[in-house]
């Protein structure tokens, strides 16, 4: 295997690696997302006696500031994940291209 085609293989396992540590912040994020959906969602439903955990006390709390806090962190998630997803399309493409590249390059040197 020539330099260059080792380059490129070493260039794919980098890119790989950081598709996977993007993979799992978004997958990370996605699941704080969907706690925080299914809190609202439980919330809505509720009609009084809403609590607040900070740490390990509960504090009663008001609806109203829950919900707001709430759907502050969702948005706030969701852009994360739509960031994340922005930073992995490229280099999915890139990834891709490699492949393609690689491939093209061995099945060269077999022949």
Do not use: C, H, W
Request: hydrophobic share 35%; aromatic share 4%; no cysteine.
């Amino acid at each position: 295997m020539d330099n260059d085609t080792q380059q490129s293989l070493e260039q794919l396992q980098e890119l790989e690696q950081k598709i996977q540590s993007f993979s799992i912040q978004r997958q990370s994020f996605e699941a704080r997302l969907a706690e925080i959906e299914n809190v609202l969602s439980e919330l809505s439903r509720s009609r009084d006696g809403i609590y607040k955990v900070i740490g390990q006390i509960m504090f009663p709390a008001q609806k109203s500031t829950l919900e707001k806090e709430l759907q502050e962190k969702k948005k706030l998630f969701s852009l994360r994940i739509s960031s994340i997803e922005k930073q992995e399309l490229p280099l999915l493409k890139q990834m891709e291209d490699l492949k393609l590249k690689i491939t093209s390059k061995l099945k060269n040197l077999k022949s």
